[in-house]
């Protein structure tokens, strides 16, 4: 079974500083790795996504993420962020061979000050 | 582009009665997910259809049905419903034929129960 353990509960950075929201998981075959975005009262928005090629995907927004293998990985990284950035940030991962069901983390809530 | 329709968008139930949310998912997905995430908690797996069978199952109380139907639409029905079962629920679809791991997640429909 996977599992996945998102490291900060909470990030608190100020506005145009760096950020790095930390994601490890766990499981015994190949995965798929997902982050997913949630502002206040909403659902939840696909961010970026490994599915298989190039360990480093971006988003359209600036965000990053790198899929490392050997650390069992998948850090979100922003080199400046942006009030707007303040939500809730869920990483995801799913069985390659399996129909698409998502185990999240707990969530890291960012919180981006001016 | 369509997206993931859930309905009620809100609901209000008391202890012991009996809730119905509907789900219909992106034209030509053939897979639906649905998702319970309490507060302050992340989202965790009830149960998953595939061309109208159930294909997966998760932490779903016995108190809980769900079906997919012939349009592919499906709803969750909830019966004596506990105070523990307020939440947010979300419905999520996916196409195995574009990508069977890349879930679109609706609004969610938010049940308090009193």
């Known amino acids: 079974a996977q599992s996945v353990t998102q490291l900060d509960s909470q990030v608190p950075v100020f506005e145009e500083a760096p950020v790095e929201l930390r994601c490890n998981y766990s499981?015994?075959?190949?995965?798929?790795l997902f982050w997913y975005v949630q502002y206040p009262n909403q659902g939840l928005q696909l961010l970026l996504k490994?599915?298989?090629?190039?360990?480093l995907v971006e988003s359209i927004n600036g965000f990053e993420a790198e899929f490392n293998k050997s650390q069992t990985s998948f850090h979100l990284r922003k080199p400046s962020v942006h009030i707007s950035d303040t939500a809730e940030y869920f990483c995801?991962?799913?069985?390659?061979?399996?129909?698409?069901?998502?185990?999240f983390g707990q969530g890291t809530e960012l919180s981006v000050k001016p | 582009a369509a997206g993931v329709i859930q309905s009620p968008r809100h609901l209000i139930k008391e202890k012991r009665e009996t809730a119905t949310l509907k789900c219909y998912p992106i034209?030509?997905?053939?897979?639906v997910y649905w998702y319970q995430q309490g507060p302050g908690q992340d989202p965790q797996f009830l149960i998953s259809?595939?061309?109208?069978?159930?294909?997966d199952k998760g932490s779903i109380p016995d108190r809980f049905s769900a079906q997919q139907f012939s349009d592919y639409h499906s709803e969750l029905n909830m019966s004596s419903l506990e105070l523990g079962d307020s939440a947010l629920y979300f419905c999520?679809?996916?196409?195995?034929?574009?990508?069977?791991?890349?879930?679109?997640f609706g609004a969610g429909s938010r049940l308090t129960v009193l």
């Open positions: 999520a679809s996916s196409s195995r034929h574009s990508g069977a791991n890349v879930l679109t």
């Open positions: 499981s015994s075959v190949s995965v798929y």
């Open positions: 490994y599915l298989s090629g190039s360990t």
């Open positions: 995801a991962v799913s069985e390659a061979s399996q129909g698409g069901k998502l185990i």
């Open positions: 034209p030509r997905h053939d897979t």
């Open positions: 259809f595939y061309e109208k069978m159930q294909s």
